[in-house]
T-cell receptor
Framework: SQQGEEDPQALSIQEGENATMNCSYKTSINNLQWYRQNSGRGLVHLILIRSNEREKHSGRLRVTLDTSKKSSSLLITASRAADTASYFCATDARTGGYNKLIFGAGTRLAVHP | NAGVTQTPKFRVLKTGQSMTLLCAQDMNHEYMYWYRQDPGMGLRLIHYSVGEGTTAKGEVPDGYNVSRLKKQNFLLGLESAAPSQTSVYFC?????????????FGPGTRLTVL
């Protein structure tokens, strides 16, 4: 069973446009993380937002978290062709005493020059 | 500092064969994980380890075994491979829960079972 569900499944935009991806989850969380995966590569951590935070920035990335709606969004501003990748949200749920993340199915982002 | 490395990168097996995937990390991380990734799905946790000598089952453990004899290594074994185990396998590691739990991933092993 997946905790996080990303929306949309695929997104195609032009360079310079903003890309917004959404993630919904089911249970209470400690934190929510976003990862990027380039084709044929492993996942790379982008940003972590804790359950008591509402917004976080890192460079061109902006993440919001709404725990009342159990949802998060990732905004990439001024996108570049190099941003083409799959993006996954992962939740660290408040179940168990270990460091386990549950990943969603991901959003495939294509940025066209 | 190589981070997380995986061996091999690619492998083709016949049904019933066995193999071991090796994961190594040089960041002195306590926690290590094995995931599989299938098309259209996110990563699913197979097994994990919270320290040397310890292992535990994840979401999809059937058909796999693991061992963590040394802190830096985490081995994933397939005793009798099945076509359903065709997938891309990722190893990851992280610090303990004392620190935030960003996970660091290896480059993956693409396994095909015929």
């Amino acid at each position: 069973s997946q905790q996080g569900e990303e929306d949309p499944q695929a997104l195609s935009i032009q360079e310079g446009e903003n890309a917004t991806m959404n993630c919904s989850y089911k249970t209470s969380i400690n934190n929510l993380q976003w990862y990027r995966q380039n084709s044929g590569r492993g996942l790379v951590h982008l940003i972590l937002i804790r359950s008591n935070e509402r917004e976080k920035h890192s460079g061109r990335l902006r993440v919001t978290l709404d725990t009342s709606k159990k949802s998060s969004s990732l905004l990439i501003t001024a996108s570049r062709a190099a941003d083409t990748a799959s993006y996954f949200c992962a939740t660290d749920a408040r179940t168990g005493g270990y460091n386990k993340l549950i990943f969603g199915a991901g959003t495939r982002l294509a940025v066209h020059p | 500092n190589a981070g997380v490395t995986q061996t091999p990168k690619f492998r083709v097996l016949k049904t019933g064969q066995s193999m071991t995937l090796l994961c190594a990390q040089d960041m002195n991380h306590e926690y290590m994980y094995w995931y599989r990734q299938d098309p259209g799905m996110g990563l699913r946790l197979i097994h994990y380890s919270v320290g040397e000598g310890t292992t535990a089952k994840g979401e999809v453990p059937d058909g796999y075994n693991v061992s963590r004899l040394k802190k830096q290594n985490f081995l994933l074994g397939l005793e009798s491979a099945a076509p359903s185990q065709t997938s891309v396998y990722f190893c990851a590691s992280s610090y303990s829960r004392i620190r935030h739990n960003e996970q660091f991933f290896g480059p993956g092993t693409r396994l095909t079972v015929l």
